[in-house]
């Protein structure tokens, strides 16, 4: 089916070659899942599969489906055969209905309506959003965008289907809902399936070969993983708690007449991480922007360092409270790293001179005149927060630092947290990886619906969610 | 903003073909005419359009703007028209029924055709509007350009927002507002959105060429955006208004 041979390449403008001798043949019906760090070249495989890298690179050996070289074909030929489901389900939805979305293929290859309409409900059903139709785009949630990008490429039946980490933008229970899609997939159908996928525990009994990638080569390809275990950073010493600097009573918030957000309750004292979990949607972010007074309480009160938010202004808070966001693009604002590093503590009017070390820190010392641009999605990260640790705020919140970061950078992350707890810091951090909270020993939060379900150390956090069916959250 | 709104009238079942074309006519048949009280009554008619599409005249939005701009428009209208039957005539100041007559006009005619534009918008759903001009020929190309706009404004919305918190939380002041501020602002909003705007502009890229958009110059579409009896009549008569009132203003020099 696929057969690719002493495949290289490289991008126009790049000298490093993404990819290295690949050799590669994949069987009709076969399972294969691409791991590998971030950076190892997994997509770019993945692209040059789909063939939407001809013309934008280098190119040898060859990459051939059912015969056909791929770099010579047209993308629309191609594309008749290999469908592919990206990482971010908003960037990949085009239209602003889901039944536009999932005919919008079958409409370009000029299929008749009534076809069309036969193979939707088909493929909708297979997926599980056999009732989505007249859906608005806007009202789906990210497990369900994701669901309808699948819909919208199995509509076009083709015979090989390349999932390009189709869940790391999600929370646990929407990753679960989509390997049982992928699984159904599978199983009712011969299509051959590639998974880039970093959570193979999800995975278990579908693949048939797991192909290990490193710098733009195949390192090795098994048939049957041995268990691994992740991060072997595990600090659970108990350090000093010092006195409470955040304290949250009551804390009611609504917007647009919905209530986000129901008394909320909460206090922090130095030294201690909490790890907040809970589904996309369930308050989360709301909750720790509350810390920045970007919004404030409808009822209660959020007080930071013993000052009610209500009556200290953003910029002042932000001073005390470091906040890291989701999305790296958003939050880098300057033209080299250095400029970056020394945006905060510019704004903030502060002396700022271990610029360097900090920039070793979080191993970006060869890079202080690049462009982030420049940087790859992990050093954009590791970038994100460095920034904060210029300004060395007391607080310091990050909201899934750990999405779509490869098991090094997320161990040097961790690792950064317990330093800067054992200095004294409160750590407030967001993770949907089942694989983080498993191998720590934080205080964890679980929100649903904008209320605290359950708050306390990891072992009766996990019984009480198990008796709520709230098990994905955790491995094993 | 002025922006569509669910309802169900004949206004928004109307083929939005049909209701841009009666629009146009409207608008410019509006110009044709020189008797105040057809611009009233123009106006009126369209007010009354508001009401019995469910829409509701407190739709609109920049009243103060409004009311401040027909104000003014009729003053200026009142006071430099000095010709005709005077009503008040104190040397520096005269009024003028001609005066007064031009001012309504003025103020009518500008009011019809703004409101009647937005009370196209309100009713007309932007998505069905791309879709029924790609099935009427507009190359699909130019269509989807429409409805990906459309698709990433919310998405664009949300993302200032969040550029917005990052900047708070790095102690790019919010609460002051100066010219300083606002100038680094716009500046540090932009950056970081033109990045995540290139971002998904890869993976836009990827899925729409990834199924097939492009292959062919036509395509076809799971549902034809109807094109009833109604439409066809109310297209018709439009056409056969738009002849009557050329003819009528018209009609001497043209036979």
């Known amino acids: 089916m696929i057969n690719i041979k002493d495949f290289s390449f490289s991008y126009f403008g790049e000298n490093k070659k993404s990819l290295e001798k690949i050799n590669l043949s994949v069987n009709k019906g076969e399972f294969i899942v691409i791991n590998g760090d971030s950076g190892c070249g997994k997509s770019t495989l993945a692209l040059c599969i789909g063939g939407f890298l001809r013309g934008k690179g280098e190119k040898s050996g060859s990459l051939e489906i059912d015969g056909l070289d791929v770099f010579s074909q047209e993308i629309f030929e191609i594309s008749k055969k290999v469908g592919i489901i990206q990482q971010d389900p908003e960037g990949q939805i085009c239209t602003l209905r889901v039944k536009n979305e999932v005919a919008f293929g079958l409409e370009n290859l000029r299929i008749p309506p009534k076809e069309i309409k036969k193979k939707l409900g088909h493929y909708m059903k297979m997926v599980g959003i056999q009732d989505f139709e007249n859906r608005d785009i806007f009202s789906l949630s990210g497990g369900e965008k994701q669901k309808v990008a699948i819909a919208s490429v199995m509509a076009m039946e083709p015979e090989i289907l390349i999932f390009d980490e189709p869940t790391s933008n999600l929370d646990p229970v929407a990753t679960k809902e989509i390997f049982r899609t992928i699984s159904e997939i599978k199983k009712k159908t011969n299509i051959t399936i590639i998974v880039i996928e970093h959570k193979l525990g999800y995975l278990e009994d579908l693949w048939d070969r797991i192909v290990y990638m490193e710098k733009g080569k195949i390192r090795n390809i098994c048939k049957k993983s041995s268990k691994k275990n992740y991060f072997s950073w595990n600090n659970n010493e108990n350090g000093y708690l010092g006195k409470s600097l955040i304290d949250i009573n009551g804390l009611t918030f609504e917007k647009n007449g919905k209530t986000i957000l129901s008394n909320i309750s909460l206090s922090l004292k130095e030294g201690e991480v909490l790890s907040i979990i809970g589904k996309n949607g369930s308050g989360k972010t709301t909750l720790l922007l509350h810390l920045l007074g970007i919004y404030r309480p409808t009822v209660g009160e959020v007080r930071i360092m013993g000052e009610d938010t209500r009556n200290v202004n953003v910029s002042k808070l932000s001073r005390n409270v470091g906040y890291v966001f989701q999305n790296p693009n958003h939050q880098i604002f300057e033209e080299t790293v250095w400029k970056e590093l020394n945006f905060g503590p510019k704004n903030f009017g502060i002396n700022f001179h271990n610029c360097e070390e900090i920039l070793n820190d979080f191993q970006l010392n060869d890079y202080q005149n690049k462009s982030p641009q420049e940087l790859s999605f992990g050093e954009k990260r590791r970038l994100n927060i460095a920034s904060i640790k210029a300004c060395d705020p007391k607080i310091i919140v990050l909201d899934e630092p750990f999405v779509g970061q490869d098991d090094k950078n997320t161990e040097l992350i961790l690792k950064w947290i317990d330093n800067e707890r054992k200095k004294g810091k409160i750590i407030i951090y967001v993770s949907h990886d089942p694989r983080i909270l498993s191998s720590r020993e934080d205080r964890i939060l679980f929100l649903e619906e904008g209320k605290i379900v359950v708050d306390g150390k990891k072992k009766e956090v996990i019984s009480i969610l198990r008796d709520l069916s709230f098990e994905e959250f955790f491995l094993g | ?255």
């Not at chain 2, 009713?123 to 001009?133: G, M």
């Not at chain 2, 609460?175 to 540090?188: P, W």
Request: hydrophobic residues 50%; glycine residues 6%; contains cysteine.
């Open chain 2, 1 to 255: 903003m002025i922006k569509y709104i669910e309802k169900e009238s004949f206004l928004h079942r109307i083929n939005p073909i049909s209701k841009i074309v009666i629009l146009f006519i409207f608008a410019y048949s509006l110009f044709l005419f020189n008797y105040w009280e057809i611009e009233v009554l123009a106006l009126v008619s369209v007010l009354f359009l508001y009401v019995v599409s469910g829409i509701g005249l407190s739709k609109i939005e920049g009243k103060k703007f409004f009311i401040t701009f027909s104000l003014s428009l009729f003053i200026i209208n009142v006071l430099f028209i000095r010709e005709g039957d005077a009503i008040l005539n104190s040397g520096i100041i005269k009024i003028t029924t001609n005066g007064i007559e031009f001012a309504i006009f003025s103020v009518a005619r500008f009011l019809a055709i703004v409101f009647s534009s937005f009370l196209f918008v309100m009713t007309t759903e932007p998505n069905k509007l791309a879709y029924s001009l790609m099935q009427a020929g507009i190359p699909y190309r130019y269509g989807f350009t429409l409805v990906v706009a459309l698709r990433f404004v919310p998405t664009f919305q949300f993302e200032t927002g969040n550029v917005r918190n990052a900047q708070a939380a790095r102690g790019l002041s919010v609460d002051k507002i100066s010219i300083k501020s606002l100038y680094m602002m716009a500046r540090y909003t932009f950056i970081p959105l033109i990045r995540s705007t290139m971002q998904y502009i890869d993976t836009l890229t990827v899925s729409m060429e990834g199924r097939c958009f492009g292959a062919y110059d036509t395509r076809t579409y799971i549902e034809e955006v109807g094109y009833g009896k109604k439409d066809v009549a109310l297209l018709i008569l439009s056409v056969i208004f738009l002849i009557g009132i050329i003819y009528q203003r018209f009609g001497q020099n043209l036979f």
